[in-house]
């Protein structure tokens, strides 16, 4: 039966939310608290070892990484606008330890080494908070851990069957108000070891900072328009020869014919609020500054900046069809009304706060909702991409299964079926958008019916399609 969520429940005034959004203008906040150097355009032709194509997380790995394993070598990064400018310029900064989105996803899809993702993910963790420490990246890490919320009463029981270990542990109500205090929320799971917080822009922009200072030559502004005979990268004002190349272009259409179908962007949105006083931190709790999220199919995720902002985004996923990036799709009004009225239910306490940025960015989602990887151009070029926005951490996973493969190398890593294997393509027009937003309409139908999932939703479940947040 159909019933309503704590989000129609419990909304608060309309007048509240213009309020809010009033002073809210449209831009990403990261990117314009974290000031960037800037790099040259190609002018010219040029020859390298190692050519990597994008500059967010993905590629800045990658050529970090490719750097020291071998300083000797020529490498270049190429980006076509700024560094980090999007998808790593602009998520929650949520640095998360699984590379399967989530711990159903993984079991479900990859059931006989989940084990073993579960152990890489962990040390891909680790080893990021390593190279924080080491390479002093100013990138405002903490590893505080996350809690999944209960907002409905059939999620609870969801969270209690998932504290499995002795990092995860379930709260019931008094506990999870105990941590954050807000009337929405009946039950949670604390994870204490597999999630951390960064500040997104200050990664990239350290990220390439450190590759700087490395040696890697990086280029702005100097985007790839096709490749030639082997490796050979077309920019407007230069060729670039490179021995290897490795693609990371994520949610922008691949220079590869094979993976043109098998991303899609999707469109996230996010508020922004000003700094919380004193007396308002209080009124929430929150002293544990862990990542928040709730556990419906359309959740939203939040988290305290250093200043004491909270990030408030998630719920509506936007597809547009044809499959295109446009910057016209990153203004949603009632998308931002929408996160506005659940901020307050969530957090009615804070009536009055307003909202200062208001910003979107494109998800690169492909069918498994997980990053896939693989060769072309026998093996000179590489490429990992659908991270599906879980790239924050799992993008370092990827830089090193590109350069794995790029090197022939046979290692942990380049055995695992979820790298041996490919998601199934997103058909053509107009199949493709009638396919996701039949699956939207559906997530959002088993919110509004305790989590039952419809005939089309089992279906995919049955194909190897199924999403579960």
């Not at 970090?64 to 790593?88: H, M, Q």
């Not at 089992?458 to 190897?464: H, I, P, Q």
Request: one cysteine or more; hydrophobic letters at 40%; glycine letters at 10%.
């Amino acid at each position: 039966m159909a019933s309503t969520t704590v989000f129609e429940r419990q909304r608060p005034n309309d007048s509240v939310v213009a309020h809010a959004l009033a002073p809210a203008r449209q831009g990403v906040f990261w990117i314009e608290d974290a000031p960037g150097d800037s790099y040259p355009r190609v002018s010219g032709d040029l020859s390298c070892d190692l050519a990597v194509v994008g500059g967010g997380y993905s590629g800045l790995w990658t050529a970090l990484l490719a750097k020291r394993e071998n300083p000797d070598a020529r490498v270049v990064l190429l980006e076509g606008r700024r560094i980090g400018w999007a998808a790593s310029g602009r998520n929650g900064g949520f640095c998360e330890a699984s590379l399967t989105h989530g711990d159903e996803n993984g079991r479900s899809r990859f059931p006989e080494e989940f084990d073993v993702l579960q152990r890489l993910g962990m040390k891909n963790l680790d080893e990021i908070e390593a190279a924080v420490a080491e390479l002093s990246l100013d990138a405002e890490f903490e590893r505080n851990g996350a809690i999944d919320l209960a907002t409905e009463p059939h999620q609870v029981e969801w969270l209690r069957e998932a504290a499995e270990g002795p990092d995860a542990r379930f709260l019931d109500a008094a506990a999870v108000q105990a941590e954050v205090h807000s009337p929405t929320y009946l039950g949670g799971l604390l994870r204490t070891r597999d999630s951390a917080l960064v500040h997104p822009a200050k990664l990239a922009r350290a990220l390439a900072r450190a590759c700087a200072a490395a040696g890697v030559e990086i280029f702005e502004h100097s985007p790839v328009e096709g490749i030639g005979d082997g490796t050979t990268l077309y920019t407007p004002a230069g060729v670039v020869r490179s021995r290897r190349t490795a693609l990371a272009t994520n949610v922008f259409p691949s220079l590869l014919k094979r993976n043109r179908l098998a991303t899609v962007p999707v469109y996230d949105y996010v508020l922004m609020t000003e700094p919380l006083s004193t007396e308002q931190l209080a009124s929430i709790g929150w002293s544990g500054r862990q990542g928040l999220g709730d556990s419906a199919n359309q959740f939203h995720y939040y988290r305290l900046t250093r200043d004491n902002r909270i990030l408030f985004g998630g719920y509506d996923a936007i597809y547009h069809f044809g499959g295109r990036v446009r910057e016209r799709y990153e203004d949603r009004p009632e998308t931002f009304r929408r996160l506005a009225s659940h901020f307050f239910t969530t957090f009615p306490q804070l009536e009055g706060l307003t909202f200062t940025h208001r910003w979107a960015g494109a998800i690169d989602t492909c069918s498994r909702f997980c990053a896939f990887f693989g060769t072309a151009r026998d093996g000179k070029v590489a490429y990992a991409t659908g991270y599906t926005g879980l790239g924050v951490a799992a993008t370092h996973f990827g830089a090193q299964v590109m350069l794995d493969l790029l090197e022939g190398r046979s290692t942990e890593r380049t055995e695992l079926a979820m790298v041996r294997s490919r998601p199934l393509p997103f058909p053509p027009e107009p199949a493709a958008a009638i396919g996701i937003n039949l699956t939207r309409w559906s997530l959002n139908r088993a919110d509004h019916r305790e989590g039952e999932r419809n005939l089309f939703l089992r279906t995919l479940d049955a194909v190897g399609l199924g999403f579960d947040s």
